[in-house]
């Protein structure tokens, strides 16, 4: 359908970022194709240590999920984007496909392997996140290709994560955000997955960051390598949301407190987090 | 100018009353309500999906009838602030808010009482955060928000009968 309509046309699932954008006039598609009404398109399941997300998946369902809870990470991510209302339209393939800067969904994805399942004309294909997303609001999707599904792998035992984003306030996106996916030993860190969101075009891997970390008993030594290396990785424009420098530090900030409660987490406390308000 | 658009039919719930319309598909879901159904209550305080004064319930989901299409209500139910009353009653948490000034202008009103109903509908003893949350995007710029958790509060506490 999408292929006969041409290349002015577009997909609607939540709308939440589409219908402002029409209203703005940013956008203005020659024809709208609702998703909403295809039914086995919304659910959440754990198979095979994965789970898989429907692209029409709302942020909501995913925050009441038992299943994504076992992720906090997720949980995070789901109660944190924008407010209610938003979250009870929004939805996580919308968020993928729209490739926002700011989209929290990226952000933390791309620290568990996750894979974008795309449904085109000719088929079928599944590509890595990092790959899917290449610019800002840029994704490899064709025209006439839709994000069928998100599938992201269980973090191994020892596993911990956190996700916590700065706000002015509910409604908006975040100034910075951080998610940061261990696998602790004991106190040895085997593993390390740290992005940094709002701060470049896309969702940033300071690698130098995860570096600091692994293999490492995590001090604060360590945690200030870490964060010195997020700081210089990120690389944010100054907005009305703060000065660049600003933002780096903020998003240095988040990086410590991220980790402090992804060890935590690992270790199997239960650990509540919020994003921080202004 | 947009030229004009050929209409499409819809069927939705509003208020418990079912209604056959047929409306242009760019029509908003809240420019439905206010202006082709004379319900007037749903406020518009932004039409940038940030206010919150648009909030009705749709299938018990609380969400901002200006970032919707009302085509994208087809079939469903729709209760807006003009469907809290029964038979005259002020609804508990019409009352409450009355009770406790929860309201002073009254523009935001419609909106937070929707979604002081979803949060009610489903945990009837919230706590603060939980009442934070659950408003957190129903913008009010007169009360300093005290008295509207004061209000959630009273009307869980009459919704419980307590
Ligand atoms: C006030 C406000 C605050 C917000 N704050 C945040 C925030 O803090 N964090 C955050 O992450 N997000 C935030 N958002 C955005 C929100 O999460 C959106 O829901 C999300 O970015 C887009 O998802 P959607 O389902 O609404 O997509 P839509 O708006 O329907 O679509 C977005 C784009 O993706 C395309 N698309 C959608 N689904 C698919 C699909 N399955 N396949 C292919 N293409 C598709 C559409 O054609 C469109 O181009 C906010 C939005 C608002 C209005
Ligand atoms: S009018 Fe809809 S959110 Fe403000
Ligand atoms: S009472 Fe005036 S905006 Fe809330």
Redesign the interface.
């Known amino acids: 359908m999408l292929s006969q309509l041409g290349d002015e046309a577009k997909v609607?699932a939540g709308?939440?970022s589409l219908?402002?954008l029409m209203?703005l006039r940013f956008a203005n598609p020659s024809h709208?194709v609702?998703l909403?009404?295809i039914s086995g398109t919304s659910y959440i399941k754990e198979e095979n240590n994965a789970l898989r997300f429907g692209a029409l998946t709302r942020h909501?369902e995913i925050e009441a999920s038992p299943i994504a809870a076992k992720i906090p990470i997720l949980h995070d991510c789901a109660a944190g984007i924008?407010?209610?209302?938003?979250r009870?339209?929004g939805t996580i393939g919308g968020s993928l496909a729209e490739a926002d800067p700011s989209g929290d969904w990226a952000t933390v994805l791309i620290t568990l392997p996750t894979e974008v399942r795309c449904l085109g004309r000719t088929g079928e294909r599944s590509l890595p996140l990092s790959d899917f997303i290449k610019d800002a609001y840029t994704t490899t999707l064709a025209h006439d290709e839709l994000v069928r599904e998100v599938v992201l792998k269980v973090p191994p035992k020892g596993g911990g994560g956190a996700y916590l984003a700065f706000k002015r306030?509910?409604?908006?996106y975040p100034t910075a955000s951080a998610a940061v996916q261990l696998t602790m030993e004991g106190d040895i860190c085997k593993d390390a997955a740290i992005a940094l969101g709002c701060v470049g075009l896309t969702a940033i891997r300071p690698k130098e960051a995860e570096a600091a970390l692994r293999g490492q008993r995590i001090t604060d030594k360590t945690k200030s390598a870490a964060m010195e290396a997020a700081r210089i990785a990120a690389d944010p424009q100054t907005d009305m949301r703060g000065s660049a420098d600003y933002k780096r530090t903020l998003a240095a900030a988040l990086v410590k407190r991220a980790i402090d409660i992804a060890i935590r987490r690992a270790a199997g406390q239960q650990v509540e987090v919020?994003h921080i308000y202004a | 100018m947009p030229e004009a658009v050929e209409k499409v039919t819809l069927q939705l719930t509003v208020n418990g009353k079912l209604h056959s319309l047929s409306v242009e598909?760019r029509v908003l879901l809240v420019e439905l309500l206010r202006e082709i159904l004379d319900l007037t209550g749903t406020h518009v305080g932004c039409?940038?999906?940030?206010c919150?004064a648009c909030?009705v319930l749709m299938n018990g989901?609380?969400?901002?009838s200006c970032?919707?299409?009302a085509?994208?209500a087809?079939g469903a139910e729709v209760l807006t602030v003009e469907g809290l009353e029964k038979d005259g009653e002020l609804h508990p948490i019409q009352k409450a808010f009355g009770d406790s000034y929860g309201l002073q202008c009254g523009y935001c009103t419609p909106g937070l009482m929707i979604?002081t109903l979803?949060l009610l509908s489903k945990n009837r003893k919230p706590n603060e955060?939980e009442m934070r949350?659950?408003i957190?995007?129903?913008t009010c710029r007169c009360t300093g928000y005290q008295n509207i958790f004061k209000a959630i509060q009273l009307a869980a506490k009459n919704m419980n009968g307590a």
Do not use: C, H
């Not at chain 1, 306030?169 to 908006?172: D, W």
């Not at chain 2, 989901?61 to 901002?64: E, G, Q």
């Open positions: 609607l709308g939440q219908i402002p209203k709208l609702d909403n009404f909501a924008a407010d209610v209302q938003v009870n339209r306030s509910a409604p908006v919020s | 598909p039409d940038t999906t940030y919150g909030t989901a609380a969400v901002k970032t919707m299409f085509v994208q087809e979604s979803q955060k949350k659950a957190a995007g129903n």
